[in-house]
């Protein structure tokens, strides 16, 4: 055997080789992408199935947060008999922000647009306690800060409480 016949049968064994590889590929190659496509589809599944109950319990502790932060709720939470209108305005904006605060890694589960408007609600409701404030004789006291919210809620047609927390259940009812 010469150098020149080994070098011509090792090309024909690597050709050979070389061609039953592509051959066994091309054969299997359907089979390849169906096997990773449905790894795939598993894995979604799988994450979509931890990731319900972790974006249900936020949806859950947003309509909780927007109850917590409706002005009729936090004056008969925070109310006392005699209190001050500055001690009432910084409970009730500590008590927002508290809450806020609380709930904020809630937005890693909601839709953005759902987010954006709890975030709007609470700086909203902030401003409105705000105003009511300023609109009141300095030597006013936590009743009538509680009057002049409340009459402002009155005021508006629809409430801006209760529309948020429709809005969250029509984002909860796209999760099924």
Known sequence: MNIQQIITDTLILAGGIFIALIAIYFVLKNDIQRFFNLKTIELNKESRAHILPLRLQAHERLIIFIDRINPANLLVRLHQQGIGIA???????????????????QQLYVNSIAWNVVRKLKDDTIAMINNAVQGLPVDANGIELSKAIL?????IDENPY???IELIKKDISLLF
């Open 87 to 105: 001690v009432l305005q910084a409970g009730i904006l500590n008590e927002i922000r508290s809450e806020y605060q609380h709930n904020i890694t």
């Open 162 to 164: 209760d529309l948020t």
């Open 151 to 155: 009459q402002h809620m009155a005021s």
